[in-house]
């Protein structure tokens, strides 16, 4: 059950329009790192989590993105206040008002005009939100350190928004919005690694002939060696060879007779004539044919 209060989780004051602004911030309302996505992908997560501990942190943390999500489009709203009402009245010549909505001289025009100067579930570039930006697989391991990705780059986006902003009330909700990153990404932390052991993720403990090898797989400069690949870690291998894991290398696979006769069939039928010398399209528009029997 969901009950929505009428207050914001936290308080927006804009100190004046700038639709140029308010284009930017979609991103954090319908774009791939948004809030929408955030809450989506939590949601779902905590419908399918047979852990109670780790059910509730999701839906909570689900439920606060659905506010972040409020803050972020009052917000939006906000900054487009000015344009909303110029659009809809007319009240200014065309070319003042081109100059009104075009803002610092992004595309806000664009969101201005087809959406009414609202907040469109879109990202800054005018892409709509889609459900494709969610990538729970339903294993916690998985999940948990894709949602600790997932803020980090929330965080980096709203740090990026209070950069190109000097409004104090918007830079300040920013803040707000960036530190709770911060917060869930220290709660998905600690759940991840609640989960003893964690890794490697699902049940399968991989082939242990491979799973502390490293393979030196670009030519050129020497490679830096660091901890993601040194001796105590990994078996580093310098000049790794074709079939690593034995055999000749070739894909091959068991077929029936039947399947057999019918594929060699196939291969004669469309096979190659390496002594061919055949007249193309490309050679016949090119005029090749006509200077051929001219000559």
């Known amino acids: 059950m969901f009950l929505h209060n009428k207050r914001l989780q936290y308080t927006v004051r804009v100190a004046q329009p700038n639709p140029g602004l308010a284009n930017l911030l979609l991103e954090q309302f319908g774009g791939a790192n948004g809030e929408l996505a955030a809450a989506a992908r ?13 059910k509730d942190l999701l839906m909570d943390i689900a439920t606060e993105e659905l506010s972040h999500l409020e803050i972020v489009g009052s917000v939006i709203v906000m900054l487009n206040r000015g344009a909303k009402g110029q659009l809809a009245e007319a009240v200014q010549e065309e070319g003042e008002l081109y100059r009104a909505i075009n803002g610092a001289g992004n595309d806000s025009h664009i969101t201005s005009l087809l959406y009414g100067a609202g907040a469109p579930l879109v990202n800054s570039a005018g892409v709509p939100w889609t459900a494709a930006y969610i990538d ?10 894709s949602n600790i990705a997932a803020e980090a780059r929330a965080k980096i986006i709203y740090e990026r928004l209070m950069n190109v ?55 050129g400069e020497a490679a830096l060696r660091g901890s993601w690949n040194s001796d105590e870690e990994f078996e580093y291998v310098e000049k790794p060879q074709p079939a690593v894991g034995g055999g000749d290398g070739s894909a091959s696979v068991t077929l029936s007779e039947a399947d057999q006769a019918v594929l060699e069939a196939m291969k004669i039928r469309t096979q190659s004539d390496p002594e061919l010398q055949p007249m193309t399209g490309a050679e016949l528009g090119a005029g090749q044919a006509l200077n051929e029997k001219d000559i």
Do not use: W
């Open 42 to 54: 939590y949601f779902t997560q905590a419908l399918a989590e047979e852990d109670p501990g780790r």
């Open 165 to 219: 902003t000097d409004d104090p009330g918007v830079k300040e909700a920013l803040g707000f919005l960036m530190t709770r990153e911060i917060a869930h990404q220290k709660s998905f932390e600690k759940a991840l690694h609640s989960i003893q052991p964690n890794f490697p993720q699902g049940k399968l403990p991989g082939m242990p002939e491979f799973s502390r090898v490293y393979f030196n797989m670009s030519n």
């Open 136 to 145: 729970t697989i339903t294993e916690p391991t998985c999940d948990l350190r």
